[in-house]
């Protein structure tokens, strides 16, 4: 069985929408985007590190699940940076996709729509396959499959820096226990830490 892992950029105050680019997500107005990075890579590149120890602490990667928005924007991101090593990375990797609207073929290869009730759908992923299934961005994606108890992990780089105002990782009305397993602090404050659901 595979484990699900939310690994996602949030600020203090919860904020996890447009860390890596000011056009990645302006829903609602939102008018700062990229607040991530300058903070997110350092010279040890702590969070390439870490998303790749939790990865193979589960088993390996069995692949990414996404909603369709960060899908999308992923697509169109990273196939206009040739040079990058995660633009191949993730198009190589096996991708679920969690939409309601879409209906059409997914344009990148090894990309699979997952149809009917999503926390059903990736229950039934999640039994099957072994490994990490790892969730980037997909806020909407998460709040479903976190109040269907199907989230094993989250590993999440808590940056130094309250915006008021965006979408946050967990929103208002949602009551989640967690246990810190693990954390780690770059030398830019960002705190890398790594939660699990609490089971008591």
């Keep these: ?47 390439g590190k870490a998303m790749g120890a939790r990865m193979a602490a589960g088993g390996g990667l069995a692949g990414w699940l996404f909603g369709r928005r960060t899908y999308e924007d992923l697509l169109s991101y990273w196939n206009e940076q040739p040079d990058s090593p995660f633009g191949p ?20 290869p090894n990309s699979t729509l997952l149809h009917g009730d999503i926390a059903d759908a990736v229950g039934a992923l999640k039994a099957q396959s072994d ?9 909407e994606l998460i709040g479903s499959l976190m109040t269907a108890g199907l989230i094993d992990e989250y590993l999440l780089m808590i940056h130094p820096l309250v915006l008021g105002t965006g979408r946050r990782l967990f929103p208002k009305g949602v009551h989640v226990s967690l246990r810190l ?20």
């Design 1 to 47: 069985m595979s484990r699900i892992v939310v690994m996602n950029h949030v600020t203090l105050d919860g904020v996890m929408q447009a860390p890596g680019r000011p056009e990645e997500d302006i829903r609602g107005g939102f008018t700062q985007g990229g607040w991530g990075a300058h903070l997110s890579e350092t010279p040890d590149d702590f969070v």
């Design 89 to 108: 990375m993730l198009k190589n990797s096996p991708k679920y996709v969690a939409s309601r609207t879409l209906t059409e073929r997914l344009p990148w």
């Design 131 to 139: 490994g990490v299934l790892a969730i980037m961005g997909s806020g």
């Design 181 to 200: 397993t693990d954390s780690k602090t770059t030398t830019t404050g960002v705190v890398i830490a790594t939660y699990e659901p609490a089971t008591d």
